[in-house]
């Protein structure tokens, strides 16, 4: 919050100074700021050396802050940059953005050292620690072109775990480590897996998950001058916020959860909700005037009943309906059941 609130600015006077074109298009130099951490793009070295490094130290110099040494260095897109954790480079004229080596370097160490500190652990508790790790870095790094990265990881993973399976078993041969600790599921064999049971006595069976399965999914950038806090653009973020859930398991199940609350109804016309790309998130109360996204802040509208919510004074939609026998099929229908 701090970084934000000192580096904010900085963006707006780097547009002063280097406007856009009289055709409308942008200038010269951009700017992308995450907290404390910013690129600043320029078309040559001498325009960013001379002319834009020095305005940046000055806009610092007045908040008391001054670049980093040590993180400061002015490279040729062909080259390329590491920024949060990826590495922005073009090949051959092509823009691609990938995780970066010293990410996937840490990342790995990260895991090797997890499986190093449970020499001798069930591969149950083994597993439980290293899916959180694992599908948490695959989802940080799915909207950039991350597949190849990900079979690299799985094979690192890999390799990490059967040497962990043959020190346990040093006078094993490597067909009977096989069969006590990967097995197949479905059509992919060499599934590392594994149980655990709770204080009841209760079997719960763990696989390994893959960063590989995790789907790519292209990141669609937030407008420049959407403001969260700003009524005007209730509308937008909630339609951002109904795009995430359909793409996302935990957001689809969420959908289903409203779904099923309003019993397949839509609150504002009483009628049925019946395709998921008819479906609009409404907040009942608004986020710009304090509201969560919680489930119980939220509800299903067809659009045009959207808009009409919108239209009026801050309205609110109350659910009442419950699940008919036909929107109880239907909801089954598109569970896969």
């Known amino acids: 919050m701090l970084a934000n609130l000192a580096l904010d600015g900085l963006e707006r006077v780097l547009g002063q100074h280097f406007p856009r074109t009289k055709d409308g298009k942008h200038g010269m130099v951009h700017l992308v700021r995450y907290a404390d951490d910013f690129i600043v793009t320029g078309r040559t070295r001498e325009l960013l050396e001379h002319e834009v490094k020095p305005l940046v130290e000055s806009f610092l110099l007045e908040r008391g802050l001054k670049l980093s040494a040590e993180k400061t260095a002015v490279m040729h897109i062909e080259q390329g940059c590491d920024f949060l954790g990826q590495n922005v480079r073009k090949y051959n004229g092509k823009m691609l953005i990938k995780p970066s080596k010293k990410n996937v370097k840490a990342f790995l160490a990260k895991v090797r050292g997890i499986i190093k500190a449970n020499k001798q652990a069930k591969p149950g508790h083994l597993i439980a620690q290293l899916n959180p790790v694992l599908r948490g870095w695959a989802n940080y790094h799915r909207h950039v072109v991350s597949k190849d990265v990900y079979r690299y990881v799985d094979t690192a993973i890999f390799r990490a775990l059967w040497q962990w399976a043959r020190r346990r078993h040093p006078n094993k041969g490597a067909r009977w480590v096989k069969a006590r600790y990967w097995q197949t599921i479905g059509t992919r064999n060499w599934v590392f897996a594994g149980t655990t049971s709770d204080s009841r006595g209760n079997m719960r069976k763990w ?84 509201g969560s996204d919680r489930a119980e802040n939220r509800v299903l509208l067809h659009p045009n009943c959207h808009m009409k919510m919108h239209h009026g004074p801050g309205q609110s939609a109350s659910v009442t309906a419950s699940p008919s026998r036909g929107v109880a099929r239907g909801l089954s229908r598109m569970s896969g059941n």
Not at 214 to 224: A, L, Q, S
Not at 245 to 260: F, H, I, S, V
């Open 207 to 290: 696989h390994l998950s893959k960063a590989a399965d995790v789907p790519i999914v292209r990141h669609t950038k937030v407008r420049g001058e959407a403001n969260p806090y700003d009524p005007e653009w209730e509308v937008y973020f909630e339609r951002r916020l109904g795009v995430k859930m359909e793409t996302d398991l935990k957001g689809r199940r969420q959908l289903l959860y409203l779904w099923k609350q309003q019993g397949g109804i839509c609150p504002v016309c009483n009628q049925t909700l019946s395709v998921l790309g008819e479906w609009h998130n409404h907040h009942k109360v608004w986020r710009s005037k304090g």
